[in-house]
């Protein structure tokens, strides 16, 4: 079933720069071939369920596994019968305020 997350894998206890451990993680989700964006929050990931929660288990755990307390908040749409959602929810709005 189509789903689609917004992610936040944060370290703690790592000091006061925390780049280059975000970017450990979002290696990870890049790596995965799901579609997914990065922003200064949150990174979204589309596709099936167990093929997005196995890539938020593996980006998590690239820190943990390294003693790094880590944080993970997450927030999920699962939508059956729709995919590419991460692009047209915004499609969708864009148009609305551009009077279409």
């Known amino acids: ?13 790592v000091g006061d720069e925390l780049a280059p451990e975000v970017a450990q993680v979002v290696q990870v989700i890049r ?8 922003y200064s929050m949150f990174t979204e990931i589309e596709g099936e369920w167990d093929q997005v929660m196995q890539v938020v288990k593996d980006a998590t755990f690239v820190l943990a596994e390294k003693g790094i307390r880590t944080e993970v908040v997450l927030k999920a749409d699962i939508r059956p019968g729709h995919t590419q959602t991460m692009t047209k929810k915004v499609q969708k709005v864009d148009q609305l305020l551009a009077g279409e």
């Open 1 to 13: 079933m189509n789903t689609l997350v917004a992610v936040a894998i944060a370290p703690f206890g």
């Open 31 to 38: 790596q995965s071939g799901l579609p997914n964006r990065t």
